[in-house]
T-cell receptor, first 112, second 114 residues
Framework: QKEVEQDPGPLSVPEGAIVSLNCTYS??????FMWYRQYSRKGPELLMY????GNKEDGRFTAQVDKSSKYISLFIRDSQPSDSATYLC????????????FGSGTRLQVQP | NAGVTQTPKFQVLKTGQSMTLQCAQD?????MSWYRQDPGMGLRLIHY???????DQGEVPNGYNVSRSTTEDFPLRLLSAAPSQTSVYFC?????????????FGDGTRLSIL
């Protein structure tokens, strides 16, 4: 079983829709929860970061973490064609090898 | 701002050949790392470095060597290329490697082993 699971998609939505992207993880030691966005033929870039459980909002984006169920979500409101990309969840821990564990990513297509 | 620069962008090798993937960053970051990205597998850590002269193995280190002689550069060497090493390779850097710090990625090297 992978430590981090993501539905690969593609997820296709019309412009203006609310998008929900999700991850599950198995390691209860994860304390940091990052979302990276990766455009085609580019490297990932950090989109949002959350520590422990709770919500964090940044413009049209909301990250949500439920540590009790080991479930991570990213919501995109008023989705735009420019949001079309692959979204990678990446939980991390502060002990041991301090690297992030990346999910395989969900490809999102926002149709104009 | 150049950020993280990877060269080459594309490379085709024959089985058994060796090559070095270059990575340079101009942000004075202590932490640098190499990932490979394969369909359905996500980004997997190959090697990482917490500073000049210090390297360590990641999740999938076999067949790869690294060294870190300067803060800026972190080359990845393929010793004897195998078809299983066909992948997209990303170099990343962050200030200290703490998990709450953003990792800055290069745009990748697309490597094909025939």
């Amino acid at each position: 079983q992978k430590e981090v699971e993501q539905d690969p998609g593609p997820l296709s939505v019309p412009e203006g829709a609310i998008v929900s992207l999700n991850c599950t993880y198995s390691n209860s030691a994860f304390q940091y929860f990052m979302w990276y966005r990766q455009y085609s033929r580019k490297g990932p870039e950090l989109l949002m970061y959350t520590y422990s459980s709770g919500n964090k909002e940044d413009g049209r984006f909301t990250a949500q973490v439920d540590k009790s169920s080991k479930y991570i979500s990213l919501f995109i409101r008023d989705s735009q064609p420019s949001d079309s990309a692959t979204y990678l969840c990446a939980p991390g821990r502060d002990t041991g090898r301090r690297a992030l564990t990346f999910g395989s990513g969900t490809r999102l297509q926002v149709q104009p | 701002n150049a950020g993280v620069t990877q060269t080459p962008k594309f490379q085709v090798l024959k089985t058994g050949q060796s090559m070095t993937l270059q990575c340079a960053q101009d942000m004075n970051h202590e932490y640098m790392s190499w990932y490979r990205q394969d369909p359905g597998m996500g980004l997997r850590l190959i090697h990482y470095s917490v500073g000049a002269g210090i390297t360590d193995q990641g999740e999938v280190p076999n067949g790869y060597n690294v060294s870190r002689s300067t803060t800026e550069d972190f080359p990845l060497r393929l010793l004897s290329a195998a078809p299983s090493q066909t992948s997209v390779y990303f170099c990343a850097s962050s200030l200290t490697g703490a998990p709450n710090q953003p990792q800055h990625f290069g745009d990748g090297t697309r490597l094909s082993i025939l």
